[in-house]
C-alpha cells in the first residue's frame, strides 16, 4: 500500500512540475495572443479651437473654418477574414481601422480615414515583408492605408478613395503582452511612420496599474494638396500648399495584456504655401478617451488579466510547489518502505 501511494505521489509531482514548466513555455505563447475575430469601437472626445470643416451645400462642396468646436471620434476595429492568411492557428491577423471625427454641432464629418494591418497577434507589430527566399506571413495586399485622389472626378464633388499598400511598422492597436517599463515604436496615422513612445512612469486608473507612454511627433509634412486660395488667403481658385502635422499621444497601458485603457491625442495641423507666408491652421484641439471607453478597457483587463498572470507566473509557481512536496512525499514514502524492519 505504501509503494503504491509514494508512486502516486511521485506521478503526482512530475504532472506538477511538468505543468509549472509549459505553462509559461508552452501555453502562454498558444494564449497570449490577440484573437483572429475583432469588432470593437472606441470613441474619443473634446474640443478645437480651429477645425476644417467640408460640407455639401445645394450640391456644392463648401470648406470652411470653424471656431471652438465640440468633437467626437469614433474608432472601428473589425477583422477582415477575406485575405488568405486569417486562417485557424496562423501568427498574424488582419484586422481593419475606420476612424470618422464629427463636429457635433451639427455631425458634420471633420476628418476621416481607413486602413487596413496585418500584425504579429502575440507582440502587436505592423508586419514587415521578409528579405530573401523567405516566405512571407502576410500577402502584399493585406495591408494598405486609404487615400483621397488628388482631384475629383467631376467638380464640386469629394475626391475618389484609392488604397496604398504598405506595411504599417511599430505597434499597432495596442502594446505587447508584458510590456516593460521601456520605450516602444509605435504606428503613427498621421505621418504613415513608427514613432517612439517614451515610458514616462506608472499610475492608477480606475484601479488598474496603467504604464504611461508619450509619442512626441515633431513638425512634418504629411501631404501636398490644391485648395481653395481663399481657403488660406492667397488669390486664385486653387493653390498648392502642403500639409503639416505636429502632435503629442499619450497612452495608458496594462502592462500584463498590453491593453490600452486611455489615450489622449493632442494635434495641430496647419497649410503652408508660397502664396501666403503666414501657416493657416486648419486644426487644434484635444481628443480623450471617454468615460464608457475606458469603462470597457478596463473590463476587458479584468477579463483577461487574471488568465495571463496565472499562466506566468501564479500557475507556475503553484505548481512548482505542489510539484515539490508531491515528489517529497513520494520519495519519503519509498525510502521509509526500503528501510523499515523485516518481520521474522
Known amino acids: ?80 477574414f477575406a485575405p488568405p492568411e486569417m486562417r485557424e492557428g496562423t501568427d498574424v491577423a488582419v484586422w481593419l481601422l475606420a476612424v470618422s471625427v464629427v463636429d457635433t454641432r451639427d455631425d458634420t464629418v471633420v476628418n476621416a480615414s481607413k486602413r487596413q494591418v496585418c ?90 496599474e496603467v504604464y504611461k507612454f508619450v509619442q512626441e511627433i515633431p513638425d512634418t509634412k504629411v501631404s501636398m494638396k490644391k485648395v481653395p486660395g481663399s481657403l488660406i488667403g492667397a488669390t486664385g481658385n486653387s493653390v498648392e500648399a502642403g500639409q503639416f502635422y505636429r502632435g503629442t499621444i499619450t497612452s495608458w497601458i496594462e502592462p500584463v495584456t498590453g491593453i490600452q485603457v486611455k489615450q489622449e491625442q493632442q494635434s495641430h495641423q496647419e497649410l503652408r504655401s508660397a502664396a501666403n507666408p503666414t501657416p493657416t491652421v486648419v486644426f487644434d484641439g484635444t481628443l480623450t478617451f471617454t468615460d464608457a471607453t475606458v469603462d470597457k478597457m478596463v473590463q476587458q483587463v479584468d477579463e483577461n488579466k487574471g488568465k495571463l498572470d496565472f499562466i506566468s507566473s501564479t500557475g507556475p509557481v503553484v505548481l512548482g510547489i505542489l510539484g515539490a512536496v508531491f515528489l517529497a512525499l513520494g520519495v519519503f514514502l519509498l525510502v521509509k518502505r526500503r528501510r523499515a524492519p523485516s518481520r521474522h
Open 119 to 208: 500584425f504579429d497577434r502575440r507582440t502587436a507589430e505592423g508586419y514587415l515583408p521578409p528579405g530573401g527566399d523567405q516566405e512571407a506571413k502576410c500577402s502584399a495586399t493585406s495591408s494598405f492605408v486609404t487615400k483621397l485622389k488628388d482631384k475629383p472626378e467631376k467638380e464640386n464633388q469629394k475626391p475618389e478613395e484609392i488604397q496604398e499598400y504598405k506595411p504599417q511598422p511599430g505597434l499597432n492597436f495596442k502594446f505587447p503582452f508584458g510590456t516593460e517599463q521601456k520605450d516602444y515604436q509605435v504606428y503613427d496615422d498621421n505621418t504613415g511612420r513608427a514613432v517612439q513612445a517614451r515610458f514616462k512612469g506608472v499610475e492608477e486608473i480606475k484601479g488598474v
Open 1 to 80: 500500500m505504501r509503494r503504491a501511494l509514494s508512486l502516486i505521489f511521485l506521478a503526482l509531482g512530475v504532472f506538477a512540475v511538468a505543468g509549472a514548466v509549459s505553462l509559461p513555455t508552452y501555453v502562454k505563447p498558444e494564449l497570449a495572443k490577440v484573437p483572429l475575430n475583432q469588432d470593437s469601437t472606441s470613441v474619443l472626445e473634446g474640443t478645437a479651437s480651429k477645425v476644417l470643416a467640408v460640407k455639401t451645400v445645394g450640391g456644392k462642396t463648401v470648406t470652411e473654418i470653424r471656431d471652438n468646436a465640440k468633437l467626437k471620434a469614433t474608432a472601428h476595429v473589425v477583422a477582415n
